[in-house]
């Protein structure tokens, strides 16, 4: 069983920058590939970006070169470091998980943290 706890979102300036970060709960947390993923108002959720057990990373067009994210797998917690950040980058930002031995790829997923990005 895994349950995920987001923090860290808030209000940043046009070219600020925030970390979120998304805590599991789980014994498995070296089998999950763990991401991010956003959703704006009126808007379907975009997958922004993913980590392996193995941290492998892949990001959205939309963020690359502006957000890392980053896993520690001995506080079994992921980052999601921002840069840059633009006003199209307001969103809920959800946390999500799935085991890599599952070939469904069920995501567990967080509450969502919001993150407003205005001057």
């Known amino acids: 069983q895994v349950q995920l706890a987001e923090s860290g979102g808030g209000l940043a300036q046009p070219g600020g920058s925030l970390r979120l970060s998304c805590a599991a709960s789980?014994?498995?947390?070296?089998?999950?590939?763990m991401g991010w993923h956003r959703q704006a108002p009126g808007k379907l959720r975009e997958e922004v970006a993913t980590v392996t057990p193995g941290s492998s990373t892949v990001y959205a067009d939309s963020v690359k070169g502006r957000f890392t994210i980053s896993r520690d797998n001995s506080k079994s917690t992921i980052y999601l470091q921002m840069n840059s950040l633009k006003p199209d980058d307001t969103a809920v930002y959800y946390c999500?998980?799935?085991?890599?031995?599952?070939?469904?790829?069920?995501?567990?997923w967080g509450q969502g943290t919001q993150v407003t990005v205005s001057s």
């Open positions: 789980t014994s498995i947390f070296g089998w999950l590939v």
């Open positions: 999500s998980a799935f085991d890599i031995r599952d070939s469904g790829r069920n995501n567990v």
